[in-house]
């Protein structure tokens, strides 16, 4: 069973059972809408506090958590309902089984004391992590970027995941660990533009891994870069940009080596034979990002028909919108997507890099997981009848570099010299921005705030949707049953109280203060 915060109560773990239940109670909240009478499977983030349930299904058995019933329901559900979580095995539990198959109830039970619970953040974007003595956070309130918080450590250092050193996994090990405290249970170790012999001997260091005690799981490494775009190349070093040679997928092969444990690549699709990399990057199954880019939306357009799923932190190192050329700005609306076809945007939401109207632009123009209406997907041929609700696609990301928790001062950044000021990081002796310093949960308040788009929406963004892009939302990113139990305990606030992963307490705020 979970170990977790509050009191313990029940009977002894039975000797006769060696997977053991447990249920979390007392203001939970389910991450995850279970079916109802005329509803689908379709799942939602949730969110609860003692008190401000209402709605969905009864609770099951002891104790009071809440969550959301399905969007998909009819007559428009309340947003959040009172219901138990219950976890055996390392996966969420249907409690019907328990009591009417084997007659069973919890071996352990856990009171959550009226916090919210919702699915383990996934971060698809973040370039390494610092590693310091934490004294606590500061807040910077002025203008639109008001209620800004930044970590402040004292001596550390920072894991780059593009230095090509002899221990890359231990390295991989500590970010894995650091970022369980922001509530983080999967991400993806991300590379900046490097050197063919950087990526040769770091690719093979990061495998997939499980995540656990010793840290989140790793699904994969992003590769952003080095098939980008010069204009719009940021903070990655002009000295290795590359394009796609006339044997444009061996080019890709000869540059990054084996790709076995690589799950994104970010591109820029106006590279030529970009579309044919495209494809035969979707056909190893692996998501295609475009990004670092002067795409025009037509390109733009034509990538995603070859296969691309995803845009690199929508509005930055792209071409701004324009109303004759929107660029890759212009997908989030695009008719001109193949039917079925979704395209997810990633958003770093550290009130830096994404001014907070930009934010709810970005919001907004999904703000239900609705797209834009089309034959097969949105409104019916013709554009008329009902909207058809489809996997909402905005993906928070940090981008966070390894300055992160470090304070002001010079870092690295790949083969990059970055300069932290405050709250913002640039390469070294320019103005260009060069990642974020904030962790993951700073993001999802950040974005709630300058949104208002409701709590379950902004876990959504940290958790479900990232699960989606990546094809996992059938075992991360959700509470539903079946699920891996990988959760996370926050306050009123969201900040984070517990992280859990397969249903096992791996960082408590209690005890990381002692």
Known sequence: GSRGPGRVAGPELSARDPAPSAQLGSGCAAGRARPGPRCSSSPTAASCGAGRCSGGRGARGRGRCG????????????????EDLWVRGGRVLDPE???????????EQRDCGGCILA?????VQINGTGWGRWLGTQRRSS????????????GGFGVDFSQATEDVGSGVALVARRILSHGVTSFC????TSPPEVYHKVLPQIPVKSGGPHGAGVLGVHLEGPFISREKRGAHPEAHLRSFEANAFQDVLATYGSLDNVRIVTLAPELGRSHEVIRALTAL????????????????EEAVQSGATFITHLFNAMLPFHHRDPGIVGLLTSDQLPPGRHIFYGLIADGMHTNPAALRIAHRAHPKGEWPGRAGVGRSA??????????????????????????????????????????????AGTKTLSGSIAPMDACVRHFLRATGCGVESALEAASLHPARLLGLEKHKGTLDFGADADFVVLDDSLHVRATYILGELVWQAEVARQ
């Open 67 to 82: 969550g959301l019933r399905d969007r998909r329901c009819e007559p428009p559900p309340p947003s959040v309902r009172r």
């Open 97 to 107: 089984k328990l009591f009417f198959e084997e007659r069973r109830v919890a071996d």
């Open 119 to 123: 699915p383990g953040f996934i971060d």
């Open 143 to 154: 203008g639109p970027r008001a209620n800004l918080f930044f970590s402040v450590a004292a």
């Open 189 to 192: 170790p991300t590379l900046v």
């Open 285 to 300: 199954g692996i998501c295609v990002s475009l990004g670092h880019s002067v795409a025009d939306l037509g390109t733009a």
């Open 382 to 427: 013709g554009g008329t009848g009902p909207e058809v609700p489809s996997p909402a696609g905005l993906v928070l990301v940090t981008d966070a570099v390894p300055a992160l928790g470090l304070g002001n001062g010079r870092h690295t950044l790949g083969q990059q010299e970055v300069e932290v000021n405050g709250l913002t990081a640039y390469v």
